[in-house]
């Protein structure tokens, strides 16, 4: 057995290989730990941080310490920082394959049910059918034309006396319009106002001749006229 199959239990026999969905996975479980392991040295190098600022120069071994904790941890943190980068750059690879897999697989499907759908079809027979539909139109509209024709006797007409008719339809209605607009409108009267009218008040002349006209009137009734 090979030093590569001692390591990752590979037998003689070539098994199936995992699936671009089965690496995927993987590898997004493994950046969720690395994750979650950046999350806890970040947490680890700001205590070994606060442990060397509590202590100062008072107690610098236990300064010191902390603080080559704190460069243990954030050695730690750049390797994984690194590693998440290449786990990254390798899943969106798969990503990338697994995508393009998939849509030449789904091409390559649609082609085959093309090739399917053209299986027992070519340009001539194309041709062949389209100039049937084309008669068939033809024929339909013939029968349509024919459908709509009249039919019966006494259909035929004289077009002199029919524009002769027209024309003294067209007369009389001329005529009655004139005659309607010469009559004179029916326009109703006001009705006759039944309050009295105010009497005018009588010039200085007209009494005076009111008076003449009493004085001749006793006069012609004592007989001195």
Partial sequence: MSVFGKLFGTTGKVG?????????????????????KQVF???????????AKKHGT??????LQALKHKKRYEK????????????????????????????????GFA??????????????KVDDLMQDITEQQELAQEISDAISK???????????????ELEELEQEELD?????????ENVPLPNVPS???????????????????RDLKQWASAGTL
């Fill in 16 to 36: 199936k290989g995992p699936t671009p969905q089965d690496a995927i996975n993987r590898l997004r479980e493994t950046e969720e730990m690395l994750t979650k």
């Fill in 41 to 51: 040295l970040e947490k680890k190098i700001e205590n070994e941080l606060l442990i």
């Fill in 58 to 63: 008072k107690n610098k071994r236990a300064a």
């Fill in 76 to 107: 730690q943190l750049a390797q994984i920082d690194g590693t998440l980068s290449t786990i990254e750059f390798q899943r969106e690879a798969l990503e990338n394959a697994n995508t393009n897999t998939e849509v030449l697989k789904n091409m």
């Fill in 111 to 124: 082609a085959k049910a093309m090739k399917a759908a053209h299986e027992n079809m070519d340009i001539d």
């Fill in 150 to 164: 009249p039919v019966g006797f006494g259909e035929d007409f004289d077009e002199d006396e029919l524009m002769a």
């Fill in 176 to 184: 009655k319009n004139l005659l309607e607009i010469g009559e004179p």
């Fill in 195 to 213: 309050t009295p009218l105010p009497e005018r008040p009588a010039t200085k002349k007209e009494e005076e001749e009111d008076e003449d006209l």
